[in-house]
């Protein structure tokens, strides 16, 4: 079973367009994660939930929205897409707060090309 | 603020050869230290990591790491590799082991070479 799982795995779209991403994670982790992988592979956090409270959001614009019904599942979607958004969206979760550290546990990433 | 500066964006090697990545950090307080492999159309995965106690760290897959408080490095090294070890290896910094603070580095590119 995969542990934390991404759709679509490639989306390629015009620009101005609306597009979403699904992530569901089956490790009972409570923390859930959005980073961006641009093409010289920087890897820059974009939201955090913890318990689908949002924890982080790190400056990204707010074309941006991610939505978390529950624990398991975050979803990222992106309106009026732009040439800039082409890139990696890796999906993550952890278990968020308490002792000790908890690795991230990545989805296989989905891949964002913007015409 | 914390960074992380991977001294080496691409690292060539044969295979049954050593291998040592190097990473160096900033921080005005105490981090904890991470090191992330990349396999191609994968996402990351914990390699090792140095959180407190012995500087010298074993993960997996045969990599081990040495956090140097006085240098502000935390290098990987392996010493022999194999094919299958070709990947991206990402260092990275937390402040109070959260990962909510992580900060990654740009990245290492490890290609073994038969």
């Known amino acids: 079973d995969t542990a934390v799982s991404q759709t679509p795995k490639y989306l390629v779209t015009q620009m101005g367009n609306d597009k979403s991403i699904k992530c569901e994670q089956n490790?009972?982790?409570?923390?859930m994660y959005w980073y961006k992988q641009d093409s010289k592979k920087f890897l820059k956090i974009m939201f955090s939930?913890?318990?689908?409270?949002?924890?982080i959001n790190e400056t990204v614009p707010n074309r941006f929205s991610p939505k978390s019904p529950d624990k398991a599942h975050l979803n990222l979607h992106i309106n009026s897409l732009e040439l800039g958004d082409s890139a990696v969206y890796f999906c993550?979760?952890?278990?968020?707060?308490?002792?000790?550290?908890?690795?991230?546990?990545f989805g296989n990433g989905t891949r964002l090309t913007v015409t | 603020a914390q960074s992380v500066t991977q001294l080496d964006s691409q690292v060539p090697v044969f295979e049954e050869a050593p291998v040592e990545l190097r990473c160096n950090y900033s921080?005005?307080?105490?981090?904890?230290l991470f090191w992330y492999v990349q396999y191609p159309n994968q996402g990351l995965q914990l390699l090792l990591k140095?959180?407190?106690?012995?500087?010298l760290v074993k993960g997996i897959n045969g990599f081990e790491a040495e956090f140097n408080k006085s240098q502000t490095s935390f290098h990987l090294r392996k010493p022999s590799v194999h094919i299958s070890d070709t990947a991206e290896y990402f260092c990275?910094?937390?402040?109070?082991?959260?990962?909510?603070?992580?900060?990654f580095g740009k990245g290492t590119l490890l290609t073994v070479n038969p």
């Open positions: 993550a979760s952890s278990q968020g707060i308490g002792t000790g550290y908890s690795p991230l546990h």
């Open positions: 921080s005005s307080v105490s981090v904890y």
């Open positions: 490790l009972g982790h409570d923390t």
């Open positions: 990275a910094v937390s402040l109070g082991g959260s990962n909510y603070k992580l900060t």
């Open positions: 939930y913890n318990n689908k409270e949002l924890i």
């Open positions: 140095y959180l407190s106690g012995s500087t």
